[in-house]
């Protein structure tokens, strides 16, 4: 992955958050209550961890963060 990741732009803060809380909604309207992440990166934890407290989560959600052996 890293020679993708490598040439692909960061994604911003913000877009990262407001994409994570669309699919949680999209997830919610199909019926789905909680999905496992099984790998974040730290931006992605921060970006969790900020739509659930400001209520922007519509479903439950077990990020892990991801760790590279």
């Known amino acids: 992955m890293a020679p993708v990741t490598a040439i692909l732009p960061a994604t911003p803060p913000q877009v990262l958050a407001d994409g994570l809380a669309a699919t949680s909604a999209r997830f919610a309207s199909h019926g789905?209550?909680?999905?496992?992440?099984p790998a974040v990166t730290p931006e992605e934890w921060r970006a969790y961890a900020g739509i659930a407290a400001d209520g922007r989560l519509a479903i439950r959600n077990l990020p892990m963060i991801f760790t590279p052996w």
């Open 32 to 37: 789905l209550t909680i999905v496992r992440d």
